[in-house]
């Protein structure tokens, strides 16, 4: 299984919004509607922030939203804060009841 | 409150093997598939294998195929990764994962495996 593609970075100022892709194939990403989000801070465990393309576990922020059209999934978090600066990675469901992790991407709070 | 707690880390040679533990609290464990999931230093994310709640069906990647062999015991709340034959590219961060339907709502904080000389 290859890794889904993402942006190796993004960055954004304060208050204003940064969206991540996340671009996979009709095997996994395009397959399913079960493509989830990760945030994780350095040296920490990640956190789930986003699971079933759009859908927001308890407790995350309602900043945090993604969709899907396609191969393509994508996040945007909106309003960025200082603690939001972190590694993400999207994951997908594949064929035959395996997982794939994106490349991850560096987001940089400026 | 659920509770992940990674075991068994270290350094091994290539070619030796390691047992990684993961102590589950806080949930019903015989009711979800359970996950590993391993971070090479300063590299993303990979998942490794997941099994079913009572064990009956495995997946893994292939990279680790017949060499890893991920298993649990229910009745004392426990994930297992047997590694054997470890290559200096299996070298990573290892954490298990709470496999809640599609996506690993809980994970643990990690153990490091090293495969050095």
């Known amino acids: 299984q290859s890794a889904l593609t993402q942006p190796p970075s993004a960055s954004g100022s304060p208050g204003q919004s940064v969206t991540i892709s996340c671009t996979g194939t009709?095997?996994?990403?395009?397959?399913?509607?079960?493509v989830s989000w990760y945030q994780q801070h350095p040296g920490k465990a990640p956190k789930l922030m986003i699971y079933?393309?759009?859908k927001r576990p308890s407790g995350v922020p309602d900043r945090f939203s993604a969709s899907k059209s396609g191969n393509t999934a994508s996040l945007t978090v909106s309003g960025l804060q200082a603690e939001d600066e972190a590694d993400y990675y999207c994951?997908?469901?594949?064929?035959?009841?395996?997982?794939?992790f994106g490349t991850g991407t560096e987001v940089t709070v400026l | 409150e659920v509770q992940l707690v990674e075991s068994g880390g270290g350094l091994v040679q290539p070619g030796g093997s390691l047992r990684l533990s993961c102590a589950a609290s806080?949930?019903?464990?015989?009711?979800?598939?359970m996950t590993w999931v391993r971070q090479a230093p300063g590299k993303g994310l990979e998942w490794v294998a997941n099994?079913?709640?009572?064990?009956?069906?495995?997946y893994s990647v292939d990279s680790v195929k017949g060499r890893f062999t991920i298993s649990r015991d229910n009745a004392r709340n426990s994930l297992y990764l047997q590694m054997n034959s470890l290559r200096v590219e299996d070298t990573a961060v290892y954490y298990c994962?709470?496999?809640?339907?599609?996506?690993?709502?809980?994970w643990g904080q990690g153990t490091l495996v090293t495969v050095s000389s």
């Open positions: 994951a997908s469901y594949v064929d035959g009841n395996n997982y794939v």
């Open positions: 099994i079913k709640q009572d064990g009956s069906e495995i």
């Open positions: 009709s095997s996994d990403v395009g397959g399913y509607s079960y």
């Open positions: 079933d393309v759009s």
């Open positions: 994962a709470r496999n809640a339907l599609t996506a690993f709502d809980y």
């Open positions: 806080g949930f019903t464990f015989s009711s979800d598939w």
